[in-house]
């Protein structure tokens, strides 16, 4: 995997913003699933429990930056890619001046999290930026992934409902207080200033005195501009999402049918739900399902 820091696939940030917003509005519950949960391919939440450091008793194991990029490269869910997405945002100088292209960068490191151990991933952005500018820029990027992961950790009170103006307009004034308060003023507004913009114009359009606010993930996307490769990606996410929206749901079904199944002993119950998951989602989807149904990993 090219480790040249290069800015790509922002074509769809322009237009996708939104959607990639209404996730961070609508963050994954460790106790609920459902309206909360995301497709892999968006730039959706992490449950927190995925990206808890590794306890100091398993240190010993955790694989070192050249096994992890071996790993990434051969065997991860991101192998045959040519690089990452986004960009370290560090020049040659090793001056440090974050754009939306770490956030993306980081986002999709993020999706990694339940195959890999969140302090590898830590140790490879070291390595991959010290490696490209030297000790002050690989600094300066891992002071802004740990305030991004702080950021994710943190669990959030308000939740966004798309009926209800007045629960929206918290719901991002919660989210801006955090931002500004964990990533501080700078990050905040590279990584969220479009998508803050973008939702702020979509509620100013309604009517005031409307009831509803239309769901920002249904907001419409004038397609006959975009270019073949923006298209061809946008329609990947939107059947990705179908049919994460389509499994997950079937997954939520299931376990509540099995809770509610007298019969059943607690394993017996964890043991159907197993098999499910196993049938319905891959290995890298399965941990994050199983975060979401608080369920262990199976021996």
């Keep these: 995997m090219a480790r040249i820091a290069t800015t790509s696939g922002l074509a769809l940030m322009g237009t996708a913003a939104v959607t990639a917003a209404w996730w961070w509005l609508a963050p994954v519950d460790d106790t609920r699933m459902g309206a909360t949960a995301a497709p892999l391919a968006a730039a959706a939440p992490v449950a927190p429990a995925l ?3 590794t306890p100091a008793s398993q ?19 991101l192998r045959g890619m040519a690089e990452l997405d986004g960009s370290w945002d560090v020049d040659g100088q090793g001056r440090f001046q974050p754009t939306l292209a770490l956030r993306r960068r980081f986002d999709q490191l993020l999706t990694l999290a339940g195959e890999a151990p969140v302090d590898e991933i830590t140790a490879y952005i070291e390595h991959e930026v010290r490696d490209l500018v030297g000790a002050p820029g690989a600094a300066a990027v891992l002071d802004a992934w740990q305030r991004y992961l702080a950021l994710q950790r943190t669990p959030l009170r308000t939740a966004a409902n798309s009926k209800d103006r007045q629960a929206w307009l918290a719901a991002l004034a919660e989210r801006e207080q955090l931002r500004q308060r964990i990533l501080g003023p700078q990050l905040t507004e590279a990584f969220f200033a479009e998508e803050q913009a973008q939702l702020q114009a979509l509620l100013q359009a309604a009517p005031r005195d409307a009831a509803a606010v239309p769901p920002v993930h249904s907001t419409r996307i004038d397609r006959t501009r975009l270019d073949p490769a923006a298209l061809a ?33 607690d394993l017996q119950r964890q043991q159907a739900l197993e098999r499910l998951i196993t049938q319905q989602f891959d290995a890298q989807e399965a941990v994050r399902v199983r975060a979401l149904l608080q369920l262990s990993p199976t021996s």
Excluded: H, M, N
Aim: charged share 25%.
């Design 59 to 77: 240190q010993a194991g955790l694989r070192g930056p050249a096994q992890f990029t071996r790993w990434l490269e051969e065997q991860s869910s």
């Design 233 to 265: 990606r946008l329609q990947q996410e939107d059947a990705a999402w179908a049919d994460w929206r389509r499994r997950l749901a079937l997954a939520q079904r299931e376990a509540r049918a099995l809770q509610a199944a007298p019969e059943l002993s």
């Design 51 to 53: 990206l808890a450091p």
